[in-house]
């Protein structure tokens, strides 16, 4: 009896440590592409681990209507004062803090997305890639794309949310974050420094730094065009050319930069997840941190 007992011990808890280990596989299963189709989230929200976040500037659009489950997250909420710096990413103990509270920890997919494919939510999955967080993606279309295919909206609160903790990861991936020093120890070197700004903030023309211009050797590449006249992505054949056309190509080093780090991450995004190119760093300091010292240079476009 014992050693039927025993037995029938053991089958229980493999099948249990069985439904487990599924379970958790599906929980854990991971995004088929940085690019989130609309129709993927219809049919696996609800049945896989999602937090969908709503990245509009205006907290008014999300209390009009939103996906559902969708928690809101104000962009400017992931900005921070770093040494006098302003609006540099927050600190990770702040970050993972934060994804805790929306009930986001490391197995969790998380889904962002703003009106169309603009660049607010792209800082933030830049965010959860420098500190390791594997399934996050952007819904391509944005809120207007799942609108105008007549899915469900409400303006109903996810008010079930629960904090979790989300650890402090051991290791950040700092190759996908520039800070001062490597932008200026990158200077007449094989990296490429590409500028997203407005072309008129590149050439001096117009801006509310310290100065006005760019870091020396950059090229210009505004970020907006990579969409097309509807605001949707361009095919990837005229993104590689583009890019090709001022020497950003995948053999590169790649630092992309703006005033402060928002929307060079959607020239991030392009490089490293539609292009696939392996060497792509933010510097989030930007141009309103490098503009702020002297004794760097700063270059004008000649008219």
Not at 112 to 127: H, I, N, Q, R, T
Not at 195 to 205: F, H, S, V
Not at 279 to 284: A, F, G, L, Q
């Amino acid at each position: 009896m014992k050693d039927g007992t025993r037995i029938r011990s053991t089958t229980i808890a493999l099948v249990i440590s069985l439904v487990l280990i599924l379970t958790l596989g599906a929980l854990a299963q991971d995004l088929p592409s940085k690019l989130v189709d609309t129709g993927w989230l219809a049919a696996n929200y609800g049945k896989l681990k999602i937090r969908i976040v709503d990245m509009r500037p205006d907290v008014r659009d999300y209390w009009l209507s939103h996906l559902p489950g969708a928690v809101y997250l104000n962009p400017e909420t992931l900005r921070w004062p770093d040494k006098g710096v302003p609006v540099k990413l927050i600190p990770v103990p702040a970050l993972v803090d934060l994804l805790g509270r929306m009930e986001i920890d490391p197995a969790t997919i998380v889904i962002v997305y703003s009106e169309k494919d603009g660049f607010m939510p792209l800082y933030f999955l830049w965010a959860l890639d420098y500190i390791g967080h594997k399934n996050v993606g952007l819904l391509d279309g944005g809120f207007e794309k799942w609108k105008s295919e007549g899915r469900f909206l409400t303006q109903d609160y996810p008010i079930k949310i629960k904090q979790v903790v989300y650890p402090v990861p051991a290791k950040l991936h700092n190759e996908l974050r520039a800070s001062l020093q490597e932008v200026k120890d990158s200077l007449g070197k094989d990296t490429v420094l590409v500028d997203t700004r407005a072309l008129e903030a590149y050439n001096g023309e117009k801006g509310s730094w310290r100065r006005r211009g760019h870091i020396p050797g950059a090229v210009s590449h505004f970020w907006n065009t990579d969409l097309g006249a509807d605001e949707s992505w361009k095919s990837l054949d005229d993104l590689r050319s583009d890019y090709a056309s001022l020497g950003v190509t995948s053999d590169k080093k790649i630092i992309v930069y703006c005033g402060s780090g928002q929307m060079a991450s959607h020239t991030y995004f392009v490089l490293k997840y539609l292009l696939g190119f392996p060497s792509v760093k933010n510097y989030d300091g930007g141009f309103g941190e490098w503009s702020n010292f002297p004794e760097l240079s700063v270059e004008k476009s000649k008219k």
